[in-house]
């Protein structure tokens, strides 16, 4: 079963804006992490957050953490058409499995 | 260093067949984990192996089966295959005690 939501579930923008995407999830975590796939092949690792942390950034992406509320956001500044992809968020737990989201699509228009 | 690497990349069978997927970890790691990703919808958990045990696993029936080498390498076995099985098989490795996990490109299985 999918634990997160991501939020657009596409999203199309113009070179050099900022993407902001979404994931809420329904238990407690130890940490979120957020992937990027193109084309339905592998997932490459953007960023991990903890269960203690809020903000974390990294090069143009910054991620925040709101364990109260249940959600995280990813936000990916001056994007390029390179970006184009899907964004999954996936949270980590006690067992060790981690729980995907339903991605979200970002185009991104040159 | 090499990353984690899959074979075969892309499969197809027919219905009641037996697949067997396999995953090279990326140097050092021991944990491996296998995922299933439907079309349009993000990973699936399937299960995790660590030093050669089943550690934990996901909501699959016991048509799915692993198993994990000496040198952390890892096979998924999937038998008497569904349409429904039709999916890109991932694999993901990671080192005890770090959270973070290395996916390899996958594995496209096509039933038919």
């Known amino acids: 079963s999918q634990q997160g939501e991501e939020d657009p579930q596409a999203l199309s923008i113009q070179e050099g804006e900022n993407a902001t995407m979404n994931c809420s999830y329904k238990t407690s975590i130890n940490n979120l992490q957020w992937y990027r796939q193109n084309s339905g092949r592998g997932l490459v690792h953007l960023i991990l957050?903890?269960?203690?942390?809020r903000e974390k950034h990294s090069g143009r992406l910054r991620v925040t953490l709101d364990t109260s509320k249940k959600s995280s956001s990813l936000l990916i500044t001056a994007s390029r058409a390179a970006d184009t992809a899907s964004y999954f968020c996936a949270t980590g737990h006690e067992l060790k499995e981690y729980i995907f989201g339903t991605g979200t699509r970002l185009k991104v228009l040159a | 260093d090499a990353g984690v690497t899959q074979s075969p990349t892309h499969l197809i069978k027919t219905r009641g067949q037996q697949v067997t997927l396999r995953c090279s970890p990326k140097s050092g790691h021991d944990t491996v984990s296998w995922y299933q990703q439907a079309l349009g919808q993000g990973p699936q958990f399937i299960f995790q192996y660590y030093e050669e045990e089943e550690r934990q696993r996901g909501n699959f029936p016991d048509r799915f089966s692993g198993h994990q080498f000496p040198n952390y390498s890892s096979e998924l076995n999937v038998n008497a295959l569904l349409l429904g099985d039709s999916a890109l098989y991932l694999c993901?490795?990671?080192?005890?005690?770090?959270?973070?996990?290395?996916f390899g490109p996958g594995t496209r299985l096509l039933v038919l």
């Open positions: 957050i903890r269960s203690n942390e």
């Open positions: 993901a490795s990671s080192l005890e005690g770090r959270e973070t996990q290395y």
